[in-house]
């Protein structure tokens, strides 16, 4: 039993121990994302992994960011606190299909969003992030044909912002995708003037309401910047964390899922991190991320492509 376990202390004593580094994605729990040593969006997060001298990453986010801090630094250590920690875009993009896909559309180059398996990065030209997509692409001749996947909504929404013709995958973020357009109308009627800042994975009914679109750390940026004193936020609603300590003196009003009645604005994989299980995981250097060398070896073609890229 961890009763009785000073679980914050344990794990900054386990983390020098093991010369562990902790990373957070902004949907982290509060608690998760105030010990950690870095938190960022899912391009810093690739950045700091690349870069770190710890012997031992501990990653508080979902699988397919632990797998790409594993590929890019593939001698270190890479634990993720609980290994059920998936995707829906992931999920959605079999690898079997998509190089089906690939295969069916051979004069087009596959432009990928990380959020996807190791295997689809390997089958895969050059990866993005949301805050590095656009950068990317306006590096990417007007002429070449482009496959776009998982997320239609990022593809579909870059598609649109660039004029681009591209091929999009239908896979979705189930987080992003709950978020009520009633919904957000009621709190725009109730919070005159209040903008909305919206992540690209939403879905173009709620885009087309949005002020700022962008990536989280996009978002976080924008809601420090603005004048008002309201923000509507588009997003997984964990970042807001990271918005209130910003700017104490502001209001940051989550934009509510499904009927407004449910919890489906946020992201089930990754709520499975928890306190406890970090420490058991930086305890234990279980479960740790495992991948083929080769497999490895491919998928860092596109994601170095990626750093390089996104510059
Ligand atoms: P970014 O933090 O890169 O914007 O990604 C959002 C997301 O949904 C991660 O799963
Ligand atoms: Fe995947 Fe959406 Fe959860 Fe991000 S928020 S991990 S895209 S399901």
Redesign the pocket.
């Known amino acids: 039993s961890l009763k009785g376990v000073d679980l914050l202390a344990e794990i900054q004593r386990l983390k020098e121990e093991r010369n562990a580094v902790i990373l957070a994605?902004?949907?982290q729990k509060p608690e998760i994302q105030d010990l950690a040593d870095f938190v960022?969006?899912?391009?810093d997060l690739s950045r700091k992994a690349a870069a770190t001298d710890a012997d031992v990453i501990a990653f508080c986010?979902?699988r397919f960011?632990a797998e790409t801090a594993k590929i890019l630094s593939p001698e270190k250590t890479v634990i993720l606190p609980d290994m059920d920690a998936g995707?829906s875009l992931e999920d959605s993009c079999p690898p079997d299909q998509f190089k089906a896909f690939r295969e069916a559309h051979p004069d087009h180059i596959a432009l990928t969003y990380?959020?996807c398996s190791a295997a689809v990065k390997a089958l895969s030209d050059i990866i993005v992030?949301?805050?590095s997509a656009e950068t990317i692409l306006d590096q990417i001749p007007k002429n070449q044909k482009i496959i776009f996947g998982p997320d239609r909504h990022l593809g579909g929404y870059l598609a649109r912002k660039f004029d681009r013709d591209m091929l999009l995958w239908p896979g979705i973020?189930i987080?992003?995708q709950a978020f009520s357009e009633t919904e957000l109308l009621k709190l725009k009627a109730e919070y005159p003037g209040a903008p909305v800042a919206a992540?690209p994975?939403c879905p173009p009914h709620i885009i087309d309401h949005a002020d700022h679109v962008g990536?989280?750390?996009s978002i976080l940026k924008f809601c420090s910047e603005t004048d008002s004193d309201i923000v509507l936020v588009a997003?997984?609603p964990h970042i807001i964390h990271q918005m209130e300590k910003a700017r104490p003196d502001k209001t940051f009003i989550g934009v509510p899922g499904g009927d407004g009645n449910c919890n489906c604005n946020m992201?089930p994989y990754?709520a499975l991190n928890t306190l406890e299980k970090l420490y058991v995981s930086l305890r234990d250097l279980q479960p740790q991320i495992e991948l083929a060398p080769d497999l490895m070896d491919a998928a860092r073609v596109p994601l170095e492509r990626m750093l390089e890229m996104a510059g």
């Open positions: 994605h902004y949907y960022g969006d899912s391009l986010g979902v960011m995707c990380i959020n992030t949301s805050s973020c987080v992003h992540h994975e990536s989280t750390s997003t997984e992201c990754m």
